[in-house]
């Protein structure tokens, strides 16, 4: 079984930053595809980035492209998404993810077997 746990989370003004965090434990955790999504008040939750296994692609929403960075750190079973130049837009609950089999349809959450419990983005105009 895999644990996931979300930190990071805060209130910033918008054009700031943060990085979330998710460490992961109880599998092996480099062989996992890692997605971040999130889910703002009255949504559905949404497809926000995503990164392979090894590191070898990223994938993005739209609407983050150039703002927000995935990567990991296979040595300490972590995933990070550093979000730069907030906008009042991607306040939301983020969370992480697990995808222990390789698919073309990681931008659906059903892809995804492992979630944590995530963690709150709170961007002030």
């Known amino acids: 079984q895999v644990q996931l746990v979300e930190s990071g989370g805060g209130l910033v003004q918008a054009g700031g930053s943060l990085r979330l965090s998710c460490a992961a434990s109880?599998?092996?955790?480099?062989?996992?595809?890692m997605g971040w999504f999130r889910q703002a008040p009255g949504k559905e939750r949404a497809f926000v980035a995503r990164?392979?296994?090894?590191?070898?692609?990223?994938s993005y929403t739209e609407s983050v492209k150039g703002r927000f960075t995935i990567s990991r750190d296979d040595a300490k079973n972590t995933v990070y998404l550093q979000m730069d130049n907030l906008k009042p837009e991607d306040t939301a609950d983020y969370y992480c993810?697990?995808?222990?089999?390789?698919?073309?349809?990681?931008?659906?959450?059903?892809?995804?077997?492992?979630w944590g419990q995530g963690t709150q983005v709170t961007v002030s105009s």
């Open positions: 993810a697990a995808d222990t089999i390789i698919t073309t349809q990681f931008r659906d959450d059903g892809a995804y077997e492992y």
């Open positions: 109880g599998g092996t955790f480099s062989n996992y595809d």
């Open positions: 990164i392979s296994r090894r590191g070898w692609s990223r």
